[in-house]
Each structure stands twice: as structure tokens, then as C-alpha cells.
DNA sequence: TTGAAAGCGCTAACAA
DNA sequence: TTGTTAGCGCTTTCAA
């Protein structure tokens, strides 16, 4: 099927034998491959059968080059939010891009850019169009420049997750202002009268969208809304543990709390623990992210479940879609249903 | 600095340019910038001068069509280990391959393999001499065949973590077998007479080195192996927690447990509590990674530190070794060491 | 609908 | 040491 060589490389056929085989022009072969619709049936099929006799696979290089384009989309991870390394948000929405990319015949380009303080030259100078044809960036941060630049030198970009400064880029969410609302909506349906939140970090925008829907739900129960309940973590476990210990000192009359991520919501249930505190008879706690741990921790925890690796599935088809596009379409923006799982009783 | 076009694509200055700025031929200017050694030296500057000037940046596609090499490795990640995904280990070694990766201009293309079981045309046909230089694969898993094909198809591979069949690949990987002694000696030295563990999945390299370093120091300060002290777990908390209850209900004697990951750890820490056991008064506990959660655990956990990222670096520089070497290097391996880290009185 | 031919930008072999 | 030239394999006009 393949010609071995001397050094072990692979000579594949070209385009040239393939059209040979087929009794075609080589142009003519190309079209068939490309999915031309001016070609007569029969001399597709048998450009086809050539094709597959041969095991013919186009080459990268030889069409880059004349069209343009690299067929790679980066994946870009701001090293600050390496973090994300270790979420499991992060492997989902990874393996639903890859999918895409699997079938769409594209390749995953990853890279990992350092924070702006420790940049010395050009960031990233890799990404250009002159390698990939558009990138998804992960996870943005309040301030940084990257994505103008990107975008500067002639890149399209998808976001996964909303941009902070959201002037027409194009991006896929989850809802999670609604996710929140619903997690904070169903404490106060189970009777619960005070109910603290665990909110994220203030600079990551999921982190102020939960805190949103959690006022949101405060508002629409008439229950006004008290600082005193609300702490402040960075997705940690740690900083859970330590935003509940702050709650319990300020407020112990808290009957439930909501918490804005699975890793924190663990440390508040040991933070609650060590209080003496029992769970969900004294205190209720509801998560957000719907890990595996939240399925398996004692008690099980309730929590928000979003879809992670269609996010990554949206996030990159709508790349792909304002690459196919002549003059790249307008952005668009897609917020994905977030979705409460009862866990246990609380 | 470069031409803009109608469309947004940008027009970037060609080689011929170069050359023609610098007064020289498309050769000459083509040796200069691939660093080869028989240029006069003010022609160098020449066409030095003439890349700042223009911002000359050589177009891969076309190097690539006559090179014969992409420029790109692929970074391999079978889907049943995409737990990988989820533990700091990854982050760290990603992390340690990327830098290799910018600081020597290749790109890294992330590829989701599916598991053997769920296969249905030929494995990631993407992962060939067309499209990739070299694959790196991370924490291989017994019986799978995807390494041999890609050797078959002419890929030159090097493993992050010892391969299940070392005949004779080439990998990095971190002294698990060192660093379990290592643990165990220093239990063992703390006047723990009954030391217990919890060793990781049998099927996985890592799982199997560290059981055999927990032996290895058994053996050296003579206490003899009982089985009855050695569960399993699958490197997560809850099978640490289970694999804890399962020691304590037959040896509760014991009075230290070396757990083979971090994770596993905190579940065992866990289930001690629940026990009753003190920590480490009671029962003396030591992990393994060196995560971030053991330094903030409660309490803070003694474990064996790993060089991820170190590990990441050697593996991609060890295969672009492998590429640069005319018929492929014989096959090397390296293994880094792995310090222990004492935290508290355990 | 098809074939022929002109490059895409580069490296490497060959001459000079 | 340098310039010239022949492709690498493909897409895409341009004619037919």
C-alpha cells in the first residue's frame, strides 16, 4: 500500500498517481477530493476507488501551501489559569474540542502562554495565521492583552466561557447565573431561612456570574441580601475551608450555604465537620460543577451540573463555522443550561 | 511592516525578498537563516539585517513539503487516562514538554486517543510521519498495541513514565521505586513497627514501583511482608478511603500506612478520622506527589515529591534527540529522583 | 466537465 | 563561498 525507504520515512502516493490510476487530469483528481460538485459520478467514483486502492492521503504541507490555511486551531491555556489543569471542567471541555476537532480533520495545537508580568518578547509568537487558522482561548482573566493581540494579528478566536470585556467576541458559556440561582432557589424551597454563599474569585467571570444568580434568587424569595453572608474563595478546597470557618465565626445562626465549586464546597463540608456542625440537619450545602467528587463525598453533595464537553464541542464548532465563513461572521454568543442534581437531602 | 490584503490575511515577505534586500541569492539567504556553518560571515549580516528589517518569518508549509518534516510532535493522551487531566502530575509535566517545545520552535499537537475498546477505524490516523515529527505518550496502560503501530508507521516515540513492555523504547520517568522506599524507610525509622499500604492500581507502572519500593524497605530493615497490610486503591480519595476502612477492620494494629498517591492519602486521612485514630500519634501517614493538597491538609501530609516538570522536559528533549540523530538514536531511558518531604511529626 | 499549466515558498543539489 | 535551478504535492485559474 505504502513504498518503504531506506531511512524508514513512508512515501506516500500523490495526487499525480492517484490521477494516473483513475485516467484522470490531476486537477480533475483534486476536485474529487475536495468534494467539487462540477464532476461527473463516474469520474468521481473512480477517482475514488483510486484513491482507496492506493490508501491516498493528501498532503498537509503541499495544501497549505497553496491555500493558506495551516488546518490547525490552537488551544490556547494562559499560565496563570493552569489551574484548570486540574479541574475536571477542564478535561471535558478539552475532550469535546478534540472531538471536533477528530472529525473536522483538524489538528489540537496546544499552547501555553506565561502571564503577562513574565512575558519577555512578542507572547506566543506562534500564534499567527501563518500556523493555525484560529484559536480557543480558555478561561480568560480580568486585563490581559493576549486576545487583542490575537485578534490584531489576524486571528479568529471562539472563547470558552465569557470574556470579561464581552464587545463582540464570540464565545460559549454555561448559564451560570441561572445554575446558581436554581442551587440557591432550591435551599430556600427546602425551608431554609439563611443562606451564606461561598463566592469565586471576583476577577474570573463565572465567579461573578454565581454570586449574580445567588442575589438573583435572594431577590425573587424577598430575602434581603446580607455581606455578612457572603465569603469570598478561589476555587480551592482550601479557600472553601477557609471562607466557611469566616461564615461560621460571623454568622452561626447559617442554616445553608451555596458554594460556587465543588473543590470549595469539600472544604466547607470539612470545615463544617470540625465545627461539629452536621450536614444537611444543621447545615445545607449545595456545590457547583457537578464533579465526580461531589458524587462520592460524605454526604453526597448537591450540586450544578454543567455541560462541560459540549462546551467545548460549541466552543469549537463555532470556531470552525466563522472560519468557513468569507469575511469570518459576526460574533455570536451561546449560553448553555446549567442543571441542578439532588443529591442526599439537602 | 507586513502587507495587509483585503481579505485580513496578512501578506508575509518571502524568502526571495529577503534575498534580494540583502543583495544576495535565495540560497545564500536560505543557509544564513537554517544557521549552516559556510557562509562568509558580513554575508550572514547581511541577510540577517535584511530578516529584522522585513520581519521575515519562514513559511512552515512550504519547509515542510521539501524537508519532509512537520515541525510537530504530538502529545498523546489515551482517553482511560485522561484522569490524568486531573491531577497537578499532568499540569506539571504539560508544562515541562511545552517549554522544550517554544524554546526549540515546535509545536505541540494534543491528541485524545479513545480506548482500545472503543475503536472503530484505525487509531488516530492523525498520528503519522505526515502530520507529526515524533509523539511523546504519557502514562501508558497495559496491553495496549497503539505505541507498536505508531512504531510501525515510522513515528519515533519516547514515554513519560515507564512503559509497561520496556523492550526497548525509550521513556523518563521519576524514581517511584526509590521514593515508596524512601517513605517507608523513614516510617519505619520513627519506631513504627506495623507499617501498612496503600498501593496503587497493579495494572499501572507507578502502582506496581511504588508497592515494590514499600517491600524493598520492608526487606532492608528485615520486618517481614504480610498481605494482610497491603490494600489497593485506584489513586482517587474515595478508593483511598475505601482501601483505609479495609486496613483498619483487619490490622487495626497498625501504626503507620504509606499510601502511594496523594489523593488515595487524603481518603485515608479521612477514613483514620472517622476511625477515631489520631494523626499521626495514632497512625503515621505518608503520601506520594507532593501535591499541593498535602501541604494544606489536616494535617499537613509527609509525602514524596515528584519532579513533573522536569520529567516533562526530559521526555521532549530526549525525543528531539531522537529526531535530530540521522537513523534514530538507540533507545535511552532516565529515571529522576524523588525526595521525600517531611511535613509535621508523622 | 475536464486537462494543462502556473505557481505557493522553500531546501538542496549542482555549478561556478 | 555563492548563485542557479529543480522540484516538494497540491489547488486553481484558464482554455478547451
Redesign the interface.
Known amino acids: 500500500m505504502t513504498g518503504s525507504r531506506a531511512?524508514?520515512?513512508?512515501k506516500?502516493p500523490t495526487l499525480e498517481q492517484v490521477a494516473a490510476l483513475a485516467g484522470v487530469g490531476r486537477g480533475t483528481a483534486s476536485r474529487v477530493i475536495n468534494g467539487s460538485p462540477s464532476v461527473a459520478p463516474q469520474t468521481r467514483d473512480a477517482v475514488m476507488k483510486a484513491v482507496a486502492d492506493l490508501g491516498y492521503?493528501p498532503?498537509?504541507?503541499?495544501r497549505?501551501?497553496v491555500t493558506?490555511r495551516?488546518g490547525?486551531i490552537a488551544?490556547v491555556i494562559s499560565e496563570p489559569e493552569?489551574r484548570l489543569?486540574?479541574?475536571?471542567f477542564?478535561?471535558g471541555v478539552?475532550?469535546g474540542i478534540?472531538?471536533v476537532m477528530?472529525e473536522r480533520?483538524r489538528?489540537?495545537?496546544?499552547?501555553?502562554v506565561h502571564g503577562a508580568a513574565e512575558r519577555r518578547d512578542e507572547p506566543a509568537a506562534?500564534l499567527?495565521?501563518?500556523?493555525v487558522d484560529g484559536a480557543l482561548l480558555l478561561s480568560q482573566h480580568e486585563g490581559d492583552d493576549l486576545p487583542q493581540r490575537l485578534r490584531e494579528?489576524?486571528l479568529r478566536l471562539v472563547f470558552g466561557g465569557r470574556p470579561p470585556s464581552d464587545d463582540g467576541q464570540s464565545w460559549v458559556d454555561v448559564d451560570n447565573v441561572g445554575g446558581a440561582r436554581a442551587a440557591v432557589a432550591h435551599l430556600l424551597a427546602r425551608r431554609r431561612t439563611t443562606v451564606a454563599t461561598i463566592a469565586g474569585p471576583p476577577d474570573m467571570q463565572a465567579g461573578r456570574d454565581r454570586l449574580l444568580g445567588y442575589r438573583e434568587a435572594l431577590d425573587a424569595a424577598g430575602v434581603p441580601f446580607d455581606t455578612d453572608l457572603v465569603a469570598t474563595g478561589d476555587f480551592?478546597?482550601?479557600g472553601g475551608w477557609r471562607a466557611m470557618r469566616q461564615l461560621l465565626e460571623h454568622r452561626p445562626d447559617l442554616d445553608a450555604v451555596f458554594v460556587a465549586s465543588d473543590p470549595m464546597a469539600l472544604g466547607a463540608l470539612?470545615a463544617l465537620r470540625e465545627a461539629g456542625r452536621s450536614i444537611p440537619d444543621s447545615v445545607a450545602v449545595v456545590g457547583f460543577d457537578d464533579s465526580p467528587?461531589a458524587a462520592?463525598s460524605?454526604p453526597p453533595l448537591t450540586t450544578v451540573n454543567q455541560p462541560v464537553e459540549l462546551l467545548g464541542r460549541e466552543a469549537a464548532e463555532m470556531l470552525l463555522a466563522r472560519l468557513a465563513d468569507p469575511?469570518?461572521a459576526s460574533p455570536r454568543s451561546v449560553v448553555l443550561p446549567t442543571s441542578l442534581v439532588v443529591r442526599g437531602s439537602s
Chains 1, 2 share one sequence.
Open positions: 531511512d524508514g520515512t513512508t506516500r492521503v498532503n498537509q504541507a503541499a497549505s501551501l493558506r495551516t490547525a488551544l493552569e489543569f486540574s479541574e475536571p477542564f478535561a478539552v475532550r478534540s472531538s477528530d480533520d489538528q489540537l495545537v496546544l499552547v501555553l506562534y499567527s495565521p501563518q500556523h494579528r489576524g480551592t478546597e482550601l470539612r467528587m462520592v460524605d469575511e469570518g
